[in-house]
């Protein structure tokens, strides 16, 4: 018979393991969500540094409002209410490269340069590899750089900063990330906000998770978002007069010459 190793959940008739552990006995009430997720993702504990990095990501990415994710949640829910697995996917799938996406992108870009390069040891050195990265992008966006609302500053941006720093999580990503908000305005002529979604996926990152898992953390952040969209939706529904307002307001009209 094959044996199908794994080190996640298992079960026989009197007991489940995750992890290594009884899932019962020293798991159930003695680990947060957070941090199971994060020993589910690399199968080792964190510290509680980490923990606490972790999910202040996690909630900085939960809930942003009316955004096309929640809309569409909302409105599969208002079309099939019967499903709300239905609800909260449609709202997942729409996490991509406008919404959500930023995260894994930022990682991706970032680690590309920390590791090719020399990593600097001071401000100045790292001041001196985002100028030279931010150059070479060109006219090409810089993955977590700027932000529709927050044209200030995004205010999730510097606690997570804060956070890391006061949890000695301070690793290349972070520090070129925080680099390249420093310098770009002698490149573009104009100074964009380093967005959280960005700044998420630098924290990420310098925690070592997994860059082709990082949307998945970002998704996992916004499952709980939905389901407040659609508890909300149930107290004070407005999906319908979303549907309503588009449907007066439809104007038929002929179709376009090519």
Same mark, same amino acid.
């Given at each position: ?96 490269? =406008?919404? $959500? %996406?930023? #995260? ?12 090719? /390069? @020399? !990593? ?65 305005? =002698?490149? $573009? %002529?104009? #100074? ?12 990420? /990152? @310098? !925690? ?51």
């Amino acid at each position: 018979m094959t044996v199908y190793d794994t080190a996640l959940g298992a079960s026989t008739p009197d007991t489940i393991t995750l992890l290594g552990k009884d899932l019962a006995r020293d798991v159930m009430g003695s680990v947060g969500f957070g941090e199971l997720a994060f020993w589910l993702a690399t199968q080792r504990r964190p510290s509680p540094g980490e923990t606490r990095l972790f999910e202040a990501v996690l909630a900085a990415l939960a809930d942003h409002g009316f955004t096309p994710t929640a809309i569409v949640s909302r409105l599969t829910y208002l079309s099939a209410p019967d499903s709300v697995q239905g609800a909260l996917a449609a709202g997942l799938l729409g996490g991509g490269s =406008r919404f $959500l %996406g930023v #995260t894994e992108d930022a990682s991706r870009f970032l680690n590309a340069v920390v590791t090719t /390069a @020399d !990593l600097p040891t001071d401000e100045a050195g790292w001041d001196e590899l985002a100028l030279k990265t931010v150059q070479e992008q060109g006219k090409a966006r810089i993955p977590g750089l700027g932000h529709h609302v927050h044209k200030a500053g995004d205010p999730r941006t510097p606690r997570l900063f804060q956070i890391a720093e006061e949890e000695g999580l301070t690793g290349p990503h972070l520090s070129l990330f925080a680099a390249i908000g420093r310098v770009h305005p =002698r490149v $573009l %002529g104009k #100074t964009l906000p380093l967005n959280g979604a960005g700044t998420c996926g630098a924290a990420l /990152a @310098d !925690l070592g998770l997994p860059l082709e898992l990082l949307r998945g953390f970002a998704l996992l952040a916004r499952t709980a978002g939905l389901i407040g969209q659609l508890a909300e939706e149930l107290r004070h529904p407005v999906a319908n007069d979303i549907f309503l307002s588009v449907d007066s307001n439809t104007r038929s009209v002929a179709p376009a010459e090519e």
